[in-house]
């Protein structure tokens, strides 16, 4: 009996042992898991940026900087134009003591549709062909005493044709120099994500959101081209405090640009 009790004692025993080898070896090689995916580094790994040039609210006075493709495509710029956390959005921040350009009184972290990879202007017209724009963003802050920022536009020779506009919580479509042209909604809420677009033919633009048309406006030009990003719409003069703490900042998620005709 005693010699049966001893075999099973010396049984447990290497179980034990070999159940430890078994543990320690586990340990010292982790266990395979899917790769977690890689942070952005670049505002271009989250979003297609070849089409596109930006501008910053920094620089010289009337002479922002500019960033074309190829900088572009590994170039971040924290606040101003920065991938978030997750990789799937990118920022765009202008505050209300930046540089502007010179045909304008406010700062902007906003693209410019480019074209061939972004090597030249788009300049199209409303006349000839269909002209698209898809932007799924959201407005994320809004500047003191004038709390005004413009998400997506068309733009046409010298100036506005129609934009996104969000004027506290009051979201409009404009119409060249009527800002207040067409209400979308009175109650948006900061953060809120929805798509704009911009469908351009026939000699008119027509508005879109979250996939329901909203308006028409009328444009005849050809030279016409997207923008899409932060275009705060207040400055030092009438928002307080002049400091890059007080600023407009818009989210994107999404960019689209289609041509065809």
């Not at 689209?256 to 005709?261: D, E, K, L, N, Q």
Request: with cysteine; hydrophobic share 35%; proline share 4%.
């Amino acid at each position: 009996m005693a010699r049966t009790r001893t075999a099973v004692l010396v049984g447990l025993t290497a179980a034990v042992a070999a159940a430890a080898l078994t543990l320690t070896a586990h340990a010292a090689t982790p266990a395979a898991h899917a790769p977690a995916s890689a942070a952005c580094k670049y505002p271009a790994d989250a979003l297609d940026l070849t089409d596109w040039k930006l501008t910053l609210p920094t620089g010289d006075d009337d002479d922002p900087a500019e960033i074309t493709q190829p900088e572009l495509a590994t170039f971040s710029a924290d606040p101003w134009f920065r991938a978030d956390a997750s990789c799937d959005s990118v920022l765009f921040r202008a505050a209300v003591n930046g540089v502007t350009t010179s045909g304008s009184g406010y700062p902007r972290a906003e693209l410019r549709e480019m074209t061939d990879g972004g090597r030249d202007e788009a300049a199209w017209s409303t006349t000839d062909g269909t002209h698209t724009l898809v932007v799924r963003e959201a407005f994320t802050a809004l500047p003191e005493e004038r709390p005004y920022v413009v998400g997506a536009q068309v733009h046409g020779g010298d100036d506005d044709v129609t934009v996104f506009r969000l004027e506290g919580s009051s979201l409009y479509i404009t119409d060249g120099d009527d800002r207040h042209h067409h209400l979308v909604t009175d109650d948006y809420e900061l953060g809120t994500e929805f798509e704009a677009k911009f469908v351009a033919k026939n000699g008119e633009i027509t508005a879109y959101y979250n996939g329901r048309r909203e308006t028409t406006v009328s444009h005849e030009g050809g030279t016409n081209y997207f923008k899409a990003g932060a275009y705060t719409q207040a400055n030092c003069d009438n928002s307080q405090p002049c400091s890059d703490d007080n600023y407009g900042e818009v989210r994107i998620s999404r960019i689209a640009v289609t041509h065809s005709g």
